[in-house]
């Protein structure tokens, strides 16, 4: 793989906490796409912001308008974009932030052309605010993402080892995947990511692999060609 798109959870960030940004999982995660982009792979991120804000869990639990919610949650991928990418910048990478929606000088619009130009210089692309509409999820501004920016594979670190048969988390039984097809998962209704950012990768051959970020090394040994997480691909192959 020469190029990636990488997802990542907002959850995630939070480490041990129970809300936020943890300092120390964030600056874990710089290192780890640091490692990775010192292989000479492009790198482009789009990360969740669930540990801020749920655009849906808003509107259903609280009483938000959806559309507004969703917007709430746009802001909140901004706010782990720019958390991160002054990690990176820290940590010595060079990055960029993009907005799907115009935030200047939070971050630069978002440009298919303009993000590919940074990641062929060597600069990690961040892309931000999903895919600037409600009632898209940032697993569907992922695929988005990864399909526009020409990227060889949608690496969706999560914090399992891979895609189970049911969440592992609650089922000490679950059955763990080596590979699984884009039908399956559908079919399964396994929960991978929403159906509409499944479906846009199977149509447009976009290979996925599930893995564990939060396991110091794993981008790095699935960027090296280790056999790290679980292979989603197209029926045929």
């Known amino acids: 793989m020469k190029r990636v798109l990488l997802k990542l ?6 480490g041990a906490q129970s809300y936020g940004i943890d300092p120390s999982r964030l600056n874990s995660y710089a290192q780890e ?17 669930g540990n801020i804000f749920r655009g849906l869990s808003g509107a259903t639990q609280s009483g938000f308008d959806r559309v507004k919610g969703d917007q709430m949650g746009m802001l909140a991928t901004c706010i782990n974009s720019l958390a991160l990418s002054s990690a990176l910048t820290a940590n010595g990478v060079d990055n960029v932030v993009y907005t799907a929606i115009r ?3 939070i971050g630069e619009f978002y440009d298919k052309w303009k993000a590919i130009a940074a990641l062929q210089a060597g600069r990690v692309v961040i892309c931000a605010a999903g895919t600037g509409n409600p009632f898209f999820t940032t697993d569907t501004g992922s695929s988005l993402r990864a399909i526009e920016l020409e990227a060889d ?10 895609i189970y048969d049911k969440d592992p988390e609650k089922h ?9 097809s884009y039908s399956d998962v559908i079919a399964k ?10 479906a846009m990768c199977m149509q447009n051959k976009m290979p996925i692999v599930v893995f564990d970020m939060d396991t ?11 056999n790290i997480g679980t292979r989603v691909y197209i029926d045929k192959e």
Request: net charge neutral; no cysteine; charged share 25%.
């Open 189 to 198: 209704d396994l929960k991978v990511m929403d159906v509409t950012a499944t």
């Open 103 to 105: 935030m200047e000088p």
């Open 172 to 180: 000490p039984d679950a059955v763990r995947f080596d590979r699984i």
């Open 33 to 49: 796409i640091k490692r990775s982009r010192d292989l000479g792979i492009q790198i482009a991120i789009v990360i969740g912001g």
């Open 153 to 162: 594979a949608m690496l969706k670190g999560t914090r399992v080892d891979g």
């Open 9 to 14: 959870s907002g959850e995630s960030l939070m």
């Open 216 to 226: 110091p090394g794993n981008l790095f040994k699935l960027l090296s060609g280790e």
